[in-house]
């Protein structure tokens, strides 16, 4: 896993692991990136943690309406789905959905994608 030290042979090392570029030997130099990396991904996480908490906020106040065909009695002809509520989210401003690849070598069918308040 990234971020991980592990003690492993020289020749595994240096057959394997190395030229494959699945990781690098811990000297000096690749501990203090790993360590400044680190601090990257901890900021970040801090950062999407204090949005998150922002965009709840703001939806706990909101109040969303889905229309749905619905028989007598009230019962409905289906159910609300993923795709209404998110098109109620975004009428209301609270979802874009940003389509990233993060990866060139990733293939074709593989996308990440992040939810953004706007």
Known sequence: MRGEIKEISS????????PRKLGVEANAASMKTLENEQKKI??????????SK???EKMEKASFTVTVKAGEGGKLFGSVTNA?????LEEKGFLTINITCSSPTLSKRSVFFTLTSS
Do not use: M, S
């Not at 020749?11 to 190395?18: L, T």
């Not at 901890?42 to 949005?51: S, T």
């Not at 209404?84 to 109620?88: L, V």
């Open 42 to 51: 901890a900021k970040q996480r801090e950062q999407e943690v204090q949005l």
């Open 84 to 88: 209404d509520i998110a098109k109620a």
């Open 11 to 18: 020749g595994y090392a240096r057959n394997f692991i190395i």
């Open 54 to 56: 922002e965009l709840a």
